[in-house]
């Protein structure tokens, strides 16, 4: 049997990192170690990148042994394909940009080592080989962005990413590739951009009290470590060729409140508000009908660009679960031209680039008629509505709307509520929302947004493999598959047991705002004798009564059996 290597150049930083990826896990199912090499050779190969990033590639391309690959230069479509020629075995393992290569490494494990990765640990199964010959796959995904927003609710660390270590963030960026993602959003706080951008004393910011609860932004680690561990953060993306939304524009809220030392030295003025919430001068939204605010808001966009970021995507809060006039027509007119404002900017200082509109202002606040004068005003080219709550209860509002077929938007699961960590869902629903952008070519991501990061394992393989291929990962399929994928073969049946048993009570317990559906129904009234919440009209409906009581007794009786 012929030696196998592996063949790569370091052109591209991500077809490096796949070619150690390959060694390892081929290591790790066979317990052979594949060598490295830059150089052709009297062996097989499997040869990393295309003809445009690896010389042995290259050079076969220009002697007429292989074809321009079928994927599109530049985007994330993928393939492998099996050589022969007179003996020596060739693999080519490649795709149109470096992440896309990432993909179809892990892709390769998983078809055919039969490899599995769950965000809480990876299935390995041992093998003597794994083929390189009769290879050919061509993979393309549905969804332009596809990813996680990770939020700054806070929580056990397992949840919340403000937790997180650079270890703890290699993993889940990591894992990001392994299911095929390409965005990641980090909304939980501005670390030290402040300090960076204006020159604010990280000592003072550190010491100030900010609130009880939630709006509490007390950093846990001090704010320079913060600053630099973002930066190591963000390099590892870019290694690995990943998206990242950039918070810009009006983004003050409760949890990018202002260190009270620059509204001292700086004195911006705010606008009114009629809502309530986010009263506190710190996270009040600047008056950017003043040129000076609105100057001072882009200077952390643009030190978030020089310190960490790529001015590739952004993302404005706008003026989220907040109104500045019970006069309909003038908080729309302010709104607008804040986001008007904005957007002009972004493409004179950033040309091409992107700017995510939150869908969750415009689930808010927004009628569907506003919603319309809203898109009419805005580029198509440059402007998308990020819609993550696509699956709520509530009115579709990709429907409400309008927008579908129309104007470029993202679809979206919310999973909302961060103070239930159980598995939940309505996935009927989600699906039955789903079909809705199948074919529509304005949706252009499917994007998740737990208020958990990682609190129910079966979302974590639902969405990625819905991202890619939407309606190939179905509820009622999806969780004899993950029974298969997940446990071993002695535990599968009794495990297959237990969410079948479960299965009716998913759907049952989801998120909605308006109490348009009856829905929500917390785990705890599940499983709680001492309910913790007062059960009323938003939380338990008479609807549900003849499903929850038999379900709950049969529930109980069948944990106590196991």
């Known amino acids: 049997m012929r030696e196998l290597k592996i063949v ?31 150089k052709d050779g009297d062996y097989d190969i499997v040869a990393i990148g295309n003809e445009t990033n690896n010389d042995y590639i290259r050079d076969l391309y220009f002697k007429k042994g292989i074809e321009k690959f079928s994927y599109r230069y530049g985007s994330e479509e993928f393939s492998l394909k099996s050589y022969d020629f007179t003996g020596k075995k060739l693999l080519i393992i490649g795709g149109g940009r470096g992440r896309a290569t990432l993909y179809a490494v892990y892709h390769y494990f998983e078809k055919f080592g039969s490899v599995r990765y769950f965000w809480d640990g990876e299935r390995i199964p041992r093998k003597d080989n794994l083929p390189i010959e009769g290879i050919d796959i061509f993979e393309s995904p549905r969804f ?14 397992r949840f919340q990413a403000e937790h997180w270590s650079f270890e703890d963030w290699n993993r889940e ?30 000592d003072k910011a550190e010491k100030e009290y900010l609130g009880p609860g939630y709006e509490n932004r007390k950093s846990f680690w001090p704010l320079k470590f913060r600053g630099e561990l973002r930066e ?32 001292d030295k700086f004195k911006p003025t705010f606008f009114k508000q009629t809502t309530v919430g986010y009263s506190d001068e710190r996270a009040l939204v600047w008056d950017i009908r003043e040129q000076k605010n609105f100057d001072l808001y882009f200077e952390l966009t643009k030190g978030n660009i020089k310190n960490f970021a790529k001015p590739e995507y952004f993302y404005t809060i706008g003026f989220a679960e907040r109104m500045f006039s019970d006069d309909r027509e ?16 972004l493409q004179t200082e950033y040309p091409g680039s992107k700017l995510a509109l939150c869908g969750w202002d415009l689930w808010f606040k927004f009628t569907p008629e506003e919603v319309k004068t809203l898109a009419d005003g805005l580029d198509k080219d440059t402007t998308f509505i990020m819609d993550y709550n696509s699956d709520s209860y509530d009115e579709d509002n990709l429907t409400k709307w309008g927008i579908i077929g129309e104007f470029p938007h993202t679809f979206g699961m919310f999973h909302g509520y961060e103070m239930n960590n159980d598995i939940r869902g309505d996935y009927y629903l989600t699906e039955e929302r789903m079909e809705c952008v199948l074919n529509d070519d304005k949706c252009e991501g499917f994007l998740f947004w737990p208020e958990l990061s990682h609190s129910d394992t079966f979302a974590l393989e639902y969405y990625p493999k819905n991202a890619w291929k939407p309606l190939s990962y179905t509820f009622d399929e999806g969780i004899e598959i993950f029974c298969d994928d997940r446990y071993n073969e ?54 549900n009564v003849d499903k929850f009581l038999p379900l709950r007794k049969d529930m109980v009786r069948f944990l106590r059996l196991k």
């Open 330 to 345: 003038e908080n729309l007119r302010m709104k607008l031209f804040c986001y008007h404002k904005l957007i002009e900017r």
């Open 232 to 263: 190591k953060i963000y390099a590892y993306i870019h290694d690995r060729d990943l998206i990242t939304m950039e918070n810009c524009g009006t983004m003050t809220h409760w949890n990018t409140k202002t260190p009270q030392e620059f509204l």
């Open 144 to 157: 332009k962005l596809r990813g996680q927003r990770y939020f700054a609710h806070r929580s056990l660390h």
């Open 173 to 202: 960026i990591d894992w990001q590739l392994k299911k095929k993602l390409n965005t990641i959003a980090l909304f939980i706080g501005l670390d030290d951009l402040f300090q960076r951008t204006f020159g604010i004393s990280y």
């Open 8 to 38: 790569v150049n370091d052109y591209v930083k991500a077809n490096v990192i796949a070619a150690k990826e390959f060694k390892k896990y081929y290591g790790l199912i066979t317990g052979k170690t594949l060598e490295i090499t830059d």
């Open 490 to 543: 002695g535990e599968r049946e009794e495990m297959r047991s237990v969410w079948r048993k479960f299965k009716p009570v998913i759907p049952l317990m989801h998120w909605n705002m308006d109490n348009s559906k009856p829905a929500v129904m917390p785990m705890e009234y599940f499983f709680n004798i001492n309910w913790r919440y007062k059960i009323d009209k938003l939380d338990f409906f008479d609807s």
